[in-house]
């Protein structure tokens, strides 16, 4: 196996002493649902690469449109009023599959670097409607929203105190995490209304007149694959109303079908100002971030920017047409060729194989919907409370579940998995059989 210092690889997000010593492991290709590393192991990736390779790792409609992209136009920008056609499509598309009946959409290449441009736009709206101190954005405590500077302020890990985030103008707020905030004898209703009079203590203590936007992902993915406690958007949303706050929905895992309907948004009853996409909107064939805007706000938007004479923002590969003509076939694929249809198929089956895992005396909870799920690992079952060196333990229980042929990621505590939306009933026994043996074998 390589070394890790075998290679000038710098690597992010990578517990470096387990890296150390068990070297990384390298993907060669894929087929289905499956990689294969470069001895030709083969592995069920119950991740699906990194939430995004809904379609599988070999989709010949993706790779052939990819291939006639590059053949036709191989690439350009979007900035000056000079862009692709198929830019132009896909935002068209975009809007057409948004919740919003009209909007705009721009485009860039991450999920984070979207989140900084909504940032920019909020911030660069209210100043010149002459409240530049309406700067604040609200977000909760296990969000996360990338990594860039405005994104790392939002997301709101303890890992970011190394960099000195939360930036100025960055506010946490709690994570309707029940199971694990829930107070002795507080009933998940109470819960949800405890989380919603903070919020609106919170909004009165900052005052209203300096929140620029509340950001939240439908269901928290990267803090632990956390679903809203019971009514949470319910009752939120009407304080955000009140206090005229826009709603930024982070749809960046939640968006095209992991929820079990094309919106997180949809499946929570919520009704964002803007919507933040990236990941399946490629299904992970190209790097690709978008910003959708509703159209009342995405007026006022271009308004102001035309005073300004532009929105002087914008990435060079930002709406690049491969990435665009990708995108517009996945979402094809989604919505037309049947992936979103087998996600609502397939779901119930995998909580249903998801919930054996609540038997074990280690595992503390087990939650998700549609196909996204989290198994919480704990010391003790009773008092929740959770092994020494969290981190460890999610890391010891990966690397076990990988040498059984299953990639799934720890996250902390937990174990994520989420598969990719043409995972078959047979291929969800596949990996629940294997990760019965792994956590079997890391509990003896
Ligand atoms: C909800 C959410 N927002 C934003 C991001 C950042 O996206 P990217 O890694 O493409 O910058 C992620 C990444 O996982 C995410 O899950």
Same mark, same amino acid.
């Given at each position: 196996?390589?070394?890790?210092?075998?290679?000038?690889?710098?690597?992010?997000?990578? =517990?470096?002493?387990?890296?150390?010593?068990?070297?990384?492991?390298?993907?060669?290709?894929?087929?289905?649902? /499956?990689?294969?590393?470069?001895?030709?192991?083969?592995?069920?990736?119950?991740?699906?690469?990194?939430?995004?390779?809904?379609?599988?790792?070999?989709?010949?409609?993706?790779?052939?449109?990819?291939?006639?992209?590059?053949?036709?136009?191989?690439?350009?920008?979007?900035?000056?009023?000079?862009?692709?056609?198929?830019?132009?499509?896909?935002?068209?598309?975009?809007?057409?599959?948004?919740?919003?009946?009209?909007?705009?959409?721009?485009?860039? +290449?991450? $999920?984070?670097?979207?989140?900084?441009?909504?940032?920019?736009?909020?911030?660069?709206?209210?100043?010149?409607?002459?409240?530049?101190?309406?700067?604040? &954005?609200?977000?909760?405590?296990?969000?996360?929203?990338?990594?860039?500077?405005?994104?790392?302020?939002?997301?709101?890990?303890?890992?970011?105190?190394?960099?000195?985030?939360?930036?100025? =103008?960055?506010?946490?707020?709690?994570?309707?995490?029940?199971?694990? /905030?829930?107070?002795?004898?507080?009933?998940?209703? +109470?819960?949800?209304?405890?989380?919603?009079?903070?919020?609106?203590?919170?909004?009165?203590?900052?005052?209203?007149?300096?929140?620029?936007?509340?950001?939240?992902?439908?269901?928290?993915?990267?803090?632990?694959?956390?679903?809203?406690?019971?009514?949470?958007?319910?009752?939120?949303?009407?304080?955000?109303?009140? /206090?005229?706050?826009?709603? &930024?929905?982070?749809?960046?895992?939640?968006?095209?079908?992991?929820?079990?309907?094309?919106?997180?948004?949809?499946?929570?009853? &919520?009704?964002?100002?803007?919507?933040?996409?990236?990941?399946?909107?490629?299904?992970?064939?190209?790097?690709? $971030?978008?910003?959708?805007?509703?159209?009342?706000?995405?007026?006022?938007?271009?308004?102001?920017?035309?005073?300004?004479?532009?929105?002087?923002?914008?990435?060079?590969?930002?709406?690049?047409?491969?990435?665009?003509?990708?995108?517009?076939?996945?979402?094809?694929?989604?919505?037309?060729? $049947?992936?979103?249809?087998?996600?609502?198929?397939?779901?119930?089956?995998?909580?249903?194989?998801?919930?054996?895992?609540?038997? /074990?005396?280690?595992?503390?909870?087990?939650?998700?919907?549609?196909?996204?799920?989290?198994?919480?690992?704990?010391?003790?079952?009773?008092?929740?409370?959770?092994?020494?060196?969290?981190?460890?333990?999610?890391?010891?229980?990966?690397?076990?579940? &990988?040498?059984?042929?299953?990639?799934?990621?720890?996250? $902390?505590?937990?174990?994520?998995?989420?598969?990719?939306?043409?995972?078959?009933?047979?291929?969800?026994?596949?990996?629940?059989?294997?990760?019965?043996?792994?956590?079997?074998?890391?509990?003896?």
């Amino acid at each position: 196996m390589l070394k890790s210092n075998s290679s000038h690889h710098l690597y992010g997000f990578t =517990d470096l002493k387990s890296l150390n010593e068990r070297g990384p492991l390298v993907i060669s290709s894929g087929k289905g649902i /499956y990689v294969f590393d470069i001895h030709n192991k083969k592995y069920l990736d119950a991740n699906s690469g990194l939430w995004n390779a809904c379609a599988g790792f070999d989709h010949p409609g993706l790779i052939e449109v990819a291939k006639k992209q590059y053949e036709k136009f191989a690439g350009y920008h979007s900035l000056f009023g000079r862009l692709s056609e198929e830019t132009l499509t896909l935002s068209d598309k975009i809007i057409e599959v948004s919740p919003f009946d009209e909007g705009r959409v721009f485009l860039c +290449n991450s $999920g984070s670097e979207a989140n900084d441009t909504m940032i920019k736009m909020l911030w660069m709206l209210n100043l010149r409607k002459g409240n530049p101190h309406k700067r604040k &954005i609200i977000s909760r405590i296990n969000g996360y929203h990338g990594v860039t500077l405005g994104a790392s302020s939002l997301t709101a890990k303890p890992y970011n105190e190394v960099f000195g985030f939360p930036l100025k =103008d960055f506010i946490h707020t709690d994570c309707p995490h029940f199971w694990k /905030y829930g107070l002795e004898n507080e009933t998940e209703e +109470n819960f949800t209304k405890r989380m919603a009079d903070n919020l609106e203590t919170l909004i009165l203590k900052e005052d209203p007149n300096t929140i620029a936007g509340f950001i939240a992902e439908p269901v928290q993915g990267a803090g632990g694959v956390i679903p809203p406690s019971k009514n949470y958007f319910d009752l939120i949303q009407p304080i955000l109303r009140k /206090y005229k706050i826009p709603l &930024i929905a982070d749809e960046v895992i939640c968006g095209f079908g992991r929820t079990g309907n094309l919106w997180g948004c949809e499946t929570y009853n &919520i009704n964002p100002d803007i919507i933040i996409a990236s990941k399946c909107l490629t299904a992970g064939f190209f790097p690709m $971030g978008a910003v959708i805007v509703k159209k009342e706000l995405a007026d006022e938007f271009q308004d102001i920017s035309e005073k300004e004479e532009e929105f002087p923002h914008g990435f060079t590969a930002g709406g690049h047409p491969v990435g665009c003509a990708i995108a517009l076939k996945a979402i094809d694929i989604i919505i037309n060729e $049947g992936l979103l249809d087998n996600v609502k198929y397939v779901s119930p089956y995998f909580h249903e194989r998801l919930n054996e895992f609540n038997a /074990y005396e280690h595992i503390g909870e087990t939650r998700g919907i549609g196909l996204m799920a989290a198994l919480e690992m704990v010391k003790d079952k009773k008092t929740k409370e959770p092994f020494e060196g969290n981190m460890n333990m999610g890391d010891k229980v990966a690397n076990m579940s &990988i040498d059984n042929g299953l990639i799934c990621r720890p996250l $902390g505590p937990a174990i994520v998995l989420c598969p990719q939306f043409i995972i078959t009933k047979n291929q969800i026994d596949e990996m629940f059989d294997s990760l019965h043996k792994t956590i079997k074998e890391a509990f003896v």
